[in-house]
């Protein structure tokens, strides 16, 4: 009787246990899910219960902007490594979808942070635009200031520069005219006054 007993209790504690077994789980990765990492690992590790199949096993790894960072995942037991690609810094996101051995589907996610990563393209960054802004601006770059010196021959401002060259010029031989005139008028005066004097004499 009490051998009957024990193996009933037996099969009782072996009867619930077989699907728990069988049902698999995620139980640790590296990074672990929430890390802050400053370097990029050379591969992602996940962890899980039981051995996974890799006929249904699928695991994938995005960026920032959705961009894929992962590789082909190879099996280890019960451990699955996946290359890591990194992008830039920023939020990567492991996603892993496997079926267990009773056919329950298992599916889940493991974040981590990238502190520091590949730079981004040079040719979108705001420090390349701020370089380019200088050679994109010619009007702001070796232009001389507007002013009078400046204007052109065909320009408003040039053509009234000669017409007051001219009209300095005929002033000054108006009062030359002048002169040459006083002095012609001067000396007929004299020559009539010197003319009286002789026929006086």
């Not at 037996?10 to 990074?31: D, I, K, Q, R, Y």
């Not at 960026?63 to 810094?89: C, E, L, Q, Y």
């Amino acid at each position: 009787m009490p051998v009957v007993l024990g193996v009933a209790l037996g099969v009782s504690f072996l009867v619930p246990a077989t699907p728990a077994a069988a049902h698999n789980e995620l139980t640790g990765s590296n990074p672990r899910d929430g890390a802050r990492v400053a370097s990029a690992p050379a591969r992602v590790e996940l962890r899980f219960l039981a051995k996974p199949s890799p006929t249904t096993t699928k695991i994938t790894i995005t960026g920032p902007d959705n961009v894929v960072a992962g590789g082909t995942p190879a099996f280890d037991g019960s451990r699955v490594r996946v290359p890591f690609k990194p992008a830039a810094a920023g939020l990567y996101i492991v996603g892993y979808q496997l079926t267990s051995s009773d056919g329950h589907p298992v599916k889940g996610e493991v974040r981590f942070t990238l502190t520091a990563g590949t730079a981004a393209d040079p040719s979108a960054s705001p420090s390349a635009a701020a370089s380019a802004s200088p050679t994109g601006s010619p009007s702001a770059v070796g232009v001389p200031p507007a002013g009078p010196a400046s204007a052109t021959p065909g320009s408003s401002t040039a053509s009234t520069v000669p017409a007051a060259s001219e009209q300095s010029d005929s002033g000054g031989r108006w009062w030359i005219w002048a002169l040459g005139g006083l002095l012609l008028l001067a000396a007929l005066g004299a020559g009539l006054v010197f003319r009286r004097r002789r026929g006086a004499q």
